[in-house]
């Protein structure tokens, strides 16, 4: 349920934060890439569900910020199951995302991935406004 002030500070028009989300599916496809050619194939598809749940709070934001479906931003391999789990305990799998990303930029962990940080900014930035709207009650799932 959202009320009208779920967007306000919100720095990104729909198109945009589609790009986004788009370019964050890039990116996890690049470190899975990556990962592979370091690791077997089930290691790699454990890193690949890992950092598939970076996009989980970008898959809440379109969803809950009245941009369109999940399913019109999300590669054919993400497990929408895992998705509803996040949104069981959004607030603190939230915190623990921010501190991590804030912490690394998880892109350059198995390669430099060039410009990954300017994705990342704008992650935190998606994920700081999705975290107060929900802290505030502007926003529940």
């Known amino acids: 349920m959202m009320n ?3 967007l306000d500070g919100f720095p990104f ?3 945009e934060f589609e790009e986004l989300c788009a370019t964050v599916d890039a990116l996890i496809m690049e470190v899975f890439k990556q990962a592979s ?3 077997s194939s089930e290691q790699a598809l454990k890193i690949l569900k890992g950092y598939q749940s970076l996009k989980y709070p970008l898959m809440a934001i379109w969803e809950y910020y009245g941009f369109g479906n999940v399913e019109e931003i ?3 391999i993400t ?3 895992y998705y509803q789990a996040f949104k ?5 799998t939230l915190n623990q995302i921010i501190t991590g990303v804030a912490v690394e930029n998880p892109f350059n962990f198995y390669g430099i991935i060039p ?5 990342v900014e704008k992650m935190l930035v998606s994920y700081h406004h999705l975290l ?3 802290i505030s009650g502007n926003l529940c799932f």
Do not use: A, Q
Request: hydrophobic share 30%; aromatic share 4%.
């Open 4 to 6: 009208e002030h779920v």
């Open 37 to 39: 050619s370091k690791y």
């Open 88 to 92: 069981v305990d959004t607030i603190d």
């Open 79 to 81: 497990s929408l199951l």
């Open 74 to 76: 999300t590669l054919p």
């Open 132 to 134: 107060n709207n929900l």
């Open 13 to 15: 028009s729909k198109e």
């Open 115 to 119: 410009n990954s940080e300017k994705v």
